[in-house]
């Protein structure tokens, strides 16, 4: 157990060096970012498995593993056929057998948990010529709403957001973190060419909801399986999940707001990854 101050040292440490590479990866390309996004996606789904009990049988939980990483990079490479063979595929085939098998029942969730907005960050991504900053946009949204709600929280206490399942989290928290991406939302869009600030602000009010949502349901998550963390991967952060749980849900919606077309120029994608989206909706 580390002290606050000591947690929040490490903290800013992990902060510090992920967070760079993150925006380096964005801004070299599609490719090292999608790569990046693999790696990650397979490690937050072996997470996923071993938090959920659904790491065994393990040569199920592997191919899932190896079916995830393989379509994420196809995806990346410009192969949506495969991309969408290699995850669906697999995902109806552990939800199939998750009829009668706990295990695969919760294996086929964690694909489609890690899948989506793992997709969904590389789709926008491609998106030329602004796909990197479309990407920055949804990251500093998510930063900023996390770093405001811990400081706010702490600072400014209150009531309780959801203490059954979140003890420290507090609206006063919610709130801050809101106001912080607000402002970081229309910042980003202004500064980056990618739109007008004020869509920018309008876009950042609901993902910054949803990146909030997302670390709930990650917590209400860890207290049905009773551990703290989703791993040790991160130090001062746990697993990954611990980490990515907010720009799961903010990821996920960022790409249905793109597929709509309400993301303006700020977050696009292509008419045939919209009309696939809309098919599949």
């Known amino acids: 157990m580390h002290a606050p101050g000591a947690e929040l040292r490490l903290r800013v440490l992990s902060t510090t060096i992920l967070a760079p590479v993150a925006l380096v990866a964005a801004i070299a390309g599609s490719l090292p970012f999608g790569m990046l996004v693999a790696l990650v996606a397979a490690i937050a789904f072996r ?25 994420l990079l196809a995806l990346a490479a410009g192969s949506r056929g495969w991309a ?49 900053a479309a990407l920055l946009f949804v990251l500093f949204i998510v930063w900023a709403t996390d770093i405001a709600a811990y400081f706010g929280g702490r600072g400014l206490g209150g009531p309780k957001l959801w203490p059954r399942v979140s003890p420290k989290k507090t609206w006063s928290g919610a709130l801050t973190g809101l106001a912080a991406a607000l402002c970081a939302g229309g910042l980003t869009a202004g500064l980056t060419g990618a739109g007008d600030w004020r869509l920018g602000v309008l876009i950042a009010a609901p993902l910054s909801i949803a990146s909030q949502i997302g670390d709930l349901f990650e917590s209400a998550l860890k207290r ?26 903010a990821a996920a919606l960022a790409l249905l707001i793109a597929a709509t077309g309400l993301g303006g120029s700020i977050l696009t994608i292509s008419p045939a990854d919209a009309a696939q989206i809309g098919a599949a909706l």
């Open 47 to 71: 997470e996923w498995s071993v938090m959920t009990e659904a790491a065994e049988p393990v040569w199920a939980s592997m191919a899932a593993l190896i079916a995830l990483a393989v379509g």
């Open 84 to 132: 969408l063979g290699a995850i669906g595929v697999t995902v109806l085939l552990t939800l199939a057998a998750g009829l009668r098998s706990r295990a695969f029942r919760w294996m086929g969730f964690g694909l489609l948990y890690v899948a989506i907005p793992s997709a969904g960050l590389i789709v926008l991504r491609q998106s030329e010529p602004s796909g990197w």
């Open 224 to 249: 049905r399986f009773g551990v703290k963390d989703s791993g040790h991967v991160i130090p001062g952060h746990g697993g990954v999940l611990d980490r990515l749980d907010g720009l799961f849900a």
